[in-house]
């Protein structure tokens, strides 16, 4: 930092006099009673001046069903790899049947 950039505490205080955070201007909904910032929607019910802009319980089912879907996915995935390892441990077993079968067959053919 040069010297003719430095300022005194005071400057630097001066300035940031004026960066102090205002309260939201937060109104009270009409139908529901509960605050919301003036000028948007009221979060709580959806409404904004007085008439239904948006289906707040449609919205909350609509994520509920969302997360639920997410979780059976992930469960289905699971259950996805359990089957295939089965699988492959079954396959492994038939082959093993198939070579016991193939050195068993030898020996009897010797033995007549
Ligand atoms: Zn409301």
Redesign the pocket.
């Known amino acids: 930092m040069v010297i003719r950039m430095r300022h005194t505490k005071g400057h630097t205080g001066n300035r940031r006099s004026h960066h102090a955070t205002k309260e939201p201007r937060l109104a009270k ?6 605050l ?1 910032i003036s000028h948007t929607m ?1 979060a ?4 904004y001046n007085g008439r239904q802009v948006v289906d707040v319980m449609a919205k909350l089912v609509k994520k509920a069903e969302k997360i639920k879907k997410a979780k059976e996915m992930k469960t289905g995935v699971e259950e996805k790899k359990e089957k295939t390892v089965k699988k492959v441990k079954t396959v492994k077993k038939e082959k093993k049947e198939v070579k016991e079968k193939k050195e068993a067959k030898p020996k009897k053919a010797k033995a007549k």
């Open positions: 909904c009409e139908k529901c009673g509960e919301h009221c709580n019910c959806g409404t």
